[in-house]
């Protein structure tokens, strides 16, 4: 295969992405040390307030809060998350608006031009890029960016930004081949977005002792979730109470699902150790609430039969997308399209699910880390537990492709049934489009 020429200003994204993919070696090789060489190179830095969010689950709700909050307080805001859905620009918003095609390439030229015979993976040299777009921001620049760390924290390359504020949502397994394989070592690695001396936010009810030492180890201001702030609430509204704050009478968010109360709560600790330099009004917080979105965080698309899509991939989000799922009111039938990497836990996964659906519909993905829908059918046969005495046994179909797993469903799926598209984000990514819509 010949090599991907490079690109410069007048090539497209398209073009600027596919160099990148093919740039380093290794799709994942964590590490600090080339970031920031390249970005002491640029001369790379933010100066606003700093928010780091990292955890296992949850973090893309609570940088979207985050986000929507500081946007109706009337602050200049700068989002970085990923994976993208759809379309790499996702990534970065400015303002609340995604960055085009040519903000992103001006960056890329930009870092290609500043490593020189450094090898950057595609996250590093994406995130420089991103990191610099919120940097040069025109004018008197951004009053605040919000950072979704990649994977884990400790190497990750969002972790070259020192954070005044970082919150850890969630520590359960994932990534286990690359973080650990116990919640104690991801907790280690995903306590070193802590800063000494700066508010910490754990949301994890059950925090592993390894987090809470590092934490005491370096002096960071821990804020625990129980301890330092909590939440309460009846069928109607909700309250937040804090160290020094309290907020009460609040709408409850319109992402759906049982964790959002955990993340809004840790969005709103954060919020209150910052109030010194970014004073949010109660208002603000409750128009935020309300207006924060985050597509394939059980999204529910309008019309019947009911669709449902969620990029949960590990065990502790399949048992939060199942009470979600508990949470419903009835349906006669329900369906799964499910697509998941090859390297995610799909027992695991099933069996937080097992139960609750009629039919599994399982699809094929691309790349080197995808697999055959024959394959995962296989492990979703084997994870399923034998039904009960008198109940029928689930039925598991192969498919080519989650387009295809989407059709089947929708096919056997009467008015009043319901659809369940999960896993990985390119299996609610490749329904989303195929429907049309974008994220």
């Known amino acids: 295969m010949s090599p991907i020429s490079k690109p410069d200003s007048s090539s497209s994204l398209a073009q600027w992405l596919a160099y990148l993919e093919a740039l380093h070696p290794k799709a994942i090789e ?7 060489e390249v970005a ?49 620009n996702e990534r970065a918003r400015v303002n609340g608006e995604i960055a085009s095609d040519a903000a992103l390439i001006e960056q890329f030229v930009a870092v290609e031009a500043a490593r020189g015979d450094t090898s950057l993976t595609y996250f590093e040299f994406t995130t420089l890029a991103i990191l610099r777009l919120f940097a040069t921001f025109p004018g008197a620049g951004l009053d605040v960016v919000v950072l979704e760390v990649g994977l ?14 970082a919150i850890v949502t969630s520590v359960d397994l994932d990534h286990t081949d690359l973080l650990g394989d116990t919640r104690e070592k991801i907790g280690y690695e995903k306590a070193h977005i802590y800063r000494a001396g700066r508010p910490a936010i754990c949301a994890d009810p059950v925090p592993p002792q390894s987090l809470l030492d590092h934490a005491a180890t370096i002096g960071a201001d821990l804020w625990l979730f129980g301890r330092d702030y909590n939440y309460s609430g009846d069928r109607q509204q909700w309250n937040y109470g804090g160290r020094e704050q309290r907020r009460g009478a609040l709408g409850y968010p319109a992402l759906r699902g049982a964790n959002q109360l955990l993340n809004a709560a840790a969005a709103l600790a954060a919020l209150e150790s910052l109030r010194e330099r970014l ?18 965080r059980f999204q529910i698309l ?6 449902i899509l969620d990029v949960g991939h590990n065990p502790h989000a399949a048992a939060v ?35 609750r659906f009629d039919h599994w519909y399982c699809a094929g993905l691309p790349g ?8 995962l059918a296989e492990q979703v046969r084997t994870a399923l537990p034998a039904p009960a005495k008198g109940d029928e046994a689930a039925g598991v179909s192969a498919c080519a492709d989650p387009v295809e797993a989407y059709a089947q469903a929708r096919a056997r799926a009467g008015e009043g049934d319901r ?21």
């Open 30 to 36: 964590l590490g600090l040390g080339r970031s920031r």
């Open 40 to 88: 002491e190179r640029m001369a790379l830095s933010l100066d606003c307030v700093k928010i780091v969010v990292g955890g296992t689950n949850g973090k893309g709700s609570t940088c979207a809060m985050l986000e929507a909050i500081l946007l109706a307080a009337g602050y200049k805001v700068g989002l970085y998350t990923s994976p993208h859905l759809i379309d790499f």
């Open 152 to 165: 884990g924290g400790r190497l990750d390359t969002v972790n070259i930004v020192d954070a005044d504020c």
């Open 279 to 296: 004073p949010v009004p109660q208002q603000a917080v409750r128009l935020g609430l309300l207006q924060a979105t985050l597509p394939g």
């Open 302 to 307: 309008p019309g019947q039969p009911t669709v």
């Open 321 to 355: 997308l199942a009470q979600n799922i508990d949470n419903m009111g009835f349906h006669p039938y329900t369906f799964a399209v499910f697509g998941l990497l090859g390297d995610k836990d799909v027992g695991g996964v099933v069996a937080k699910l097992a139960g």
């Open 368 to 375: 080197p880390r995808g697999g055959s829908g024959d394959a």
């Open 419 to 439: 659809i369940v598209v999960f896993g990985s984000f390119l299996t609610v990514a490749a329904v989303l489009q195929s429907l049309g819509r974008k994220s």
